[in-house]
């Protein structure tokens, strides 16, 4: 919350400052003006799903609203993780969600936004479990669509357990913290992993990525209701 704290100063004495910051690229004044908002995308569960026409997801939800917010129109750009940090690179699109985390191996080749979610993987068990003394060999089960719980539970000795989209999790299970209480599971006190997400923008575009921060920033509740009601789906 301190952190949000002192986002939200900044974004405030940044609005009085007339132009500054500015975009090398004017993208931000050019999407405002017609041109599409051109966003790469890549599957990331839960953060950007494959859809029947374009992405969904929570990230693929967030930049609809932000566009809307600009009165800008969205050109989906498909690509790989890899293909899409290139591209960003290269201006040659303006956003890219992937479920990126601030500490991705990007360097200094792209910007990014300020972390508007910070997430934790966890083990929970169903009411009335008894937990082991030790996790190895004890079968953890998680949604099939994120494979890298598999080497999450590895890493501590568990057995992973794949189950398919929305399936029950319980007794014990692997999810994000905001996720366990829609599957009916309580903190083990187990922790996993925790990350910091980021929506990707080009290089120097610092007046985009200033707007989409302040835009994160008013959505921090729905965020956090959008993951917990996403859990089951």
Known sequence: MRVRAALAAVLLALAGCGE???DSNETLNEVRAGRPLRVGWSAAEP???EGQAEPTGLEAELVRQFAQSIGAKIE??????????????????DLGIAGFAVDAPWGARIGQTQNYLTTT???????????PESWDGVPVRYDR???QFDALLRGIGAEPVPVEPGG???PIGAAYAQELGPHGLFPTGETLLTEDRVIATPPAENALAIALDRFLHSREGWIAERVAAEARR
């Open 145 to 147: 669509r994120r494979p």
């Open 76 to 93: 989906w750009v498909p690509a790989g993780e890899a293909q899409l940090v290139e591209a960003l690179a290269e201006n040659a699109v």
């Open 20 to 22: 500054f910051p500015k």
């Open 168 to 170: 029950d999790l319980k």
């Open 121 to 131: 993987a966890v083990i929970g068990a169903a009411e009335g479990t008894t937990l």
């Open 47 to 49: 953060w950007v799903r």
